[in-house]
């Protein structure tokens, strides 16, 4: 399973747009504050065909997929 990250205002939002998308993807949660955490089980052959469909529903409801966000530790003071 791969991971990959959308920049989202809520996880319904994702599903919403996910549907019954193909190639196994499903949220998992909230990595961040503005950032939903997604898997798919596509294999290389699959990744090819729907991605780009996944991606397709993702920005039509005005979702963008990012790079994974560092998560930055505040420096103690």
Known sequence: MERFYVRAPSINAVRRALGRAPGGARVVGRYDRETIECL??????SRARHWPMLVSRLERAGLTVVERPSRLIPPES
């Open 40 to 45: 798919h089980t596509m294999d290389e052959r």
